[in-house]
C-alpha cells in the first residue's frame, strides 16, 4: 500500500481543534481500522495527517467539510454593537453537562465535625443564571461555606459522585485553574499579616513614576516592550506551529480585552495613573481582569460593592451578555439581601441561619419570603427631597473649611475649586458618581494627600491651615473608616478585637499602652487609674454593648462581650471586621466622622444596629462631632431630611451642595 500525505490545513483556533478531533472520531469509528492501520492516523497541531491510500478520499472530505464548518460559524456573528461582544446565542442543549452538582451533601470546615450547612441539594446547569443570596449571618459564615465548597477549602460530604464529581462540565479539566474567585467586600482574612502604607500611592510626584491601570491589571497587554530590547530577554524561541498558536492566541485575548474595556468604561482610564482612579474603578477593572483569565466557573462575592447606579446597570448588562454566549465563563453572583437582584436571574441558592439553603427558581424559592430588588434600587439624586420634610440642626463652629480647593494630575483636573464648610453638629452625605474625586477629596481632609500641603491656604483643618498640622496629631482628630483603610488594615494574628479598637484613641495602627488604649497626647503614657485612662476603658465597653454581637450575632447569648474582645481580628468575617473598624472610628469621639462605605460585607442586621447608633437617639455622636457619610444610596445613610442631613455633591471634579440648596 503506498503511502501520501494528506494534511486538513487549517488555522489552530478552537472550531479548527474540534473539527481535528470529530475528523478522528470518524475515521476511527466508521472505518474502524486494525491498530496497526490506526497509527497511521495522528492528529497533530497542524491538523490530521493521513499517511495511508486508504484513507486519502475520506480526508478530502473531511477537509471541505472543516471549511464549511469554520464560514458557517463566522457567519452566523451578529452585527457590530456598542460594544460588540458575542456571536452566538446561549445553547440550550438538554444534553449539556451540569456546571455544579451536589446531590444532597452536607459542608464541613475541613477539620471539624460539625456540618456548616445541612443537606445541601444544589444543581447549576449551563442554560440557568444563579445567583447566591444570604441573609442575616448567613452573608458573614454560611454564604463563605458555600462558596468555599466549590473552592476545595470546605469538606462534602458525602461527596459528589463520579463520574463528573462537582464539575461535571469540566470533565477532565483542573478545577483549580479553570475556577476562579473574585471577592469585592475588601481584603480576605489571611492577606498577610502586616499594615501597609496604603497613603504611599499618593508619594509620586511625577507622571512617568505613576504605575497606570493597564499596567497594574493588564501587564501582559501593557505597552509593547522597547524595538531596541534584547530580543532573547523577551521572546523565547518556538516551533513555526506554536507560533502560530500563541499569535492566535494573543490576537483573540487582546480583542476580548478591548471589548472588555469598552463595556466597562474602561477604555479612556487605562493609562491614567491608578492615584487618580475610584474605587468603584478599579473594581470594574478587577472584573475585567478575572474575565480576561479565561476561568470556565467565576464566582464575583458581593460585586456590587462601592459601584454606583450607573455601574451597577453596566455590569448587570455585561454579564446577561456573558450569559448568551457559550463559550463565555459561567458566573455565578454571590449577593446580600439588601443587595438587587438582576432581572435575568432564573435561579437562587438562598442561604438563611442555621445553615438551610433553599435552591430552586426564583419565583418558587422567595415565594414565602421577601423577594429582593428585582432591579437596582433608586441612587441618590441630584433632585432633593422635599424641602417641607428638612428640620435644621443646630450647627457648631466650623471643623473643616475648604475655599476653592484644586488637584491636578499633569493635565488632569480632579477637583475644580471645591467649596465646603462643615460645621460641629452636622450631618453630611457625600454623593457622586465612580471617578467623581470623593476618595481625593477624603485624602484632602486627613492628609494624606501631599497636595493638601500645597492647598493650606485654601484648606483649614480644625482652626488651623493644613500645613500647621503634624499628620499623627491630626488622624486623632478623624475618626474613619474606608476601603483603604480596611484593605491596609494589620492582621496579625496577636492583635485582637480590643487591640484593634483601641487603636482608635491614637488614630494609628499599633496597640500602645499598659492598657492597650493609647498614649496620652503628648505621646507619654497614661497614668494608671487616671480619668483619662479610666474614660477610654469605659468608652470601649460602651462602643461594644451598641455595636457588637450582641446586637446582631445568630447567638448573642454565647457571643459575650468579653469573648469577642479576646477574638483575633483576622478570624472575623469581613462584616465583623467591618464593624470593629467602625468601632474604633468612634471610640475616641472625635470631631471629625469620615465613613467611606463602612457597611461593606455587613449584614442587614449590623447595619440597622450601625444606623441606630449614629442616629441622634443612639448617642453615637455628640453634638460636637460632625459625621460624614459616603454612599451611593440613600437608605444607607442614617438619617434623613427630618434629622437636618445636608448632601454635597461632586460632579466630574467639580462640588457642589445640593440639599439644602444653598446660594454662594
Not at 107 to 133: C, K, M, Q, R, Y
Not at 562 to 581: D, I, N, Y
Amino acid at each position: 500500500m503506498s503511502k501520501c500525505r494528506v494534511t486538513l490545513d487549517v488555522n489552530i483556533d478552537e472550531c479548527t481543534r474540534a473539527t481535528s478531533s470529530l475528523a478522528l472520531m470518524i475515521l476511527r469509528v466508521l472505518i474502524s481500522p486494525p491498530p496497526s492501520l490506526l497509527q497511521a492516523v495522528v492528529l497533530e497541531p497542524g491538523g490530521i495527517h493521513c499517511r495511508s491510500t486508504l484513507f486519502y478520499l475520506v480526508a478530502r472530505l473531511l477537509k471541505q467539510y472543516a471549511m464549511q464548518w469554520r464560514l458557517c460559524l463566522s457567519s452566523c456573528k451578529r452585527s457590530y454593537r456598542h460594544p460588540k461582544l458575542f456571536a452566538r446565542e446561549q445553547s440550550t442543549s438538554a444534553t449539556a453537562l451540569p456546571v455544579i452538582n451536589i446531590p444532597r451533601a452536607s459542608i464541613f470546615e475541613l477539620g471539624s465535625s460539625e456540618p456548616v450547612l445541612h443537606d445541601v441539594s444544589w444543581t447549576v446547569n449551563p442554560d440557568e443564571a444563579w445567583a447566591v443570596v444570604s441573609d442575616g449571618a448567613a452573608s458573614q459564615h454560611l454564604k463563605p461555606a458555600l462558596f468555599g465548597a466549590l473552592l476545595g477549602t470546605h469538606r462534602i460530604s458525602p461527596p459528589p459522585p463520579a463520574p463528573g464529581g462537582l464539575f461535571p462540565f469540566l470533565e477532565d479539566a483542573d478545577p483549580h485553574r479553570y475556577v476562579q474567585m473574585v471577592r469585592f467586600a475588601h481584603r480576605g482574612r489571611a492577606s498577610g499579616d502586616g499594615f501597609y502604607d496604603f497613603t504611599a500611592r499618593y508619594g509620586a510626584v511625577r507622571e512617568e513614576d505613576r504605575q497606570t491601570l493597564r499596567e497594574t491589571f493588564f501587564p501582559d497587554i501593557a505597552r509593547p516592550l522597547h524595538n531596541l530590547a534584547i530580543p532573547a530577554f523577551h521572546k523565547r524561541d518556538t516551533a513555526p506551529e506554536e507560533a502560530g498558536v500563541a499569535k492566535a492566541d494573543r490576537a483573540r485575548k487582546l480583542e476580548f480585552f478591548n471589548m472588555l474595556t469598552d463595556w466597562l468604561k474602561l477604555k479612556d482610564l487605562l493609562d491614567l495613573p491608578m492615584v487618580a482612579l475610584s474605587n468603584g474603578q478599579t473594581r470594574r477593572a478587577r472584573i475585567a481582569q478575572a474575565l480576561l483569565s479565561d476561568p470556565r466557573l467565576l464566582l464575583l462575592d458581593e460585586p456590587l460593592t462601592g459601584l454606583d447606579f450607573k455601574s451597577r446597570g453596566i455590569l448587570f448588562d455585561l454579564l446577561q451578555e456573558l450569559k448568551q454566549h457559550r463559550t463565555s465563563p459561567h458566573v455565578l453572583m454571590g449577593l446580600r439581601a439588601q443587595d438587587p437582584l438582576p432581572e435575568w436571574t432564573t435561579h437562587v441558592a438562598y442561604i438563611k441561619d442555621g445553615g438551610k439553603v433553599h435552591t430552586g427558581r426564583k419565583e418558587d424559592v422567595f415565594r414565602s419570603t421577601v423577594t429582593p430588588a428585582m432591579s437596582a434600587t433608586s441612587p441618590s439624586s441630584s433632585k432633593p427631597s422635599p424641602e417641607s420634610n428638612y428640620k435644621p440642626r443646630q450647627h457648631g463652629h466650623p471643623l473643616i473649611d475648604m475655599s476653592g480647593v484644586t488637584v491636578q494630575y499633569g493635565a488632569r483636573t480632579v477637583l475644580s475649586s471645591i467649596k465646603w464648610s462643615i460645621r460641629a453638629n452636622s450631618r453630611w452625605h457625600l454623593i457622586g458618581e465612580n471617578g467623581a474625586g470623593k476618595t481625593t477629596l477624603l485624602a484632602l481632609l486627613t492628609g494624606e494627600h501631599p497636595q493638601s500641603y500645597t492647598q493650606s491656604s485654601n484648606l483649614r483643618l480644625f482652626d488651623r491651615e493644613r500645613s500647621r498640622w503634624a499628620t499623627p496629631l491630626l488622624h486623632r482628630q478623624i475618626g474613619r473608616v474606608s476601603p483603604e483603610l480596611f484593605n491596609a488594615f494589620p492582621r496579625r494574628h496577636s492583635l485582637t478585637v480590643w487591640d484593634a479598637v483601641g487603636t482608635g484613641f491614637d488614630g494609628g495602627f499599633v496597640p500602645k499602652g499598659k492598657r492597650r488604649v493609647g498614649l496620652a497626647p503628648d505621646g507619654i503614657p497614661l497614668t494608671p487609674g487616671s480619668h483619662e485612662e479610666e474614660w477610654r476603658v469605659h468608652r470601649m465597653h460602651e462602643v461594644m454593648r451598641a455595636l457588637g454581637p450582641a446586637q446582631w450575632h445568630s447567638h448573642p447569648d454565647k457571643a459575650t462581650t468579653e469573648w469577642f474582645f479576646a477574638q483575633p481580628f483576622t478570624s472575623l468575617s469581613p462584616g465583623e471586621q467591618s464593624m470593629v473598624l467602625l468601632m474604633r472610628a468612634l471610640v475616641g469621639a472625635p470631631p471629625l466622622v469620615l465613613l467611606d462605605e463602612a457597611w461593606a460585607g455587613m449584614d442587614k442586621a449590623m447595619v440597622q444596629a450601625a444606623h441606630g447608633y449614629l442616629q441622634d437617639d443612639g448617642e453615637g455622636l455628640t453634638d460636637e462631632q460632625a459625621c460624614v457619610v459616603v454612599s451611593h444610596w440613600e437608605e444607607e445613610v442614617p438619617w434623613g431630611p427630618e434629622d437636618g442631613v445636608q448632601r454635597y455633591k461632586l460632579d466630574s471634579g467639580n462640588g457642589k451642595q445640593i440639599f439644602p440648596e444653598v446660594n454662594w
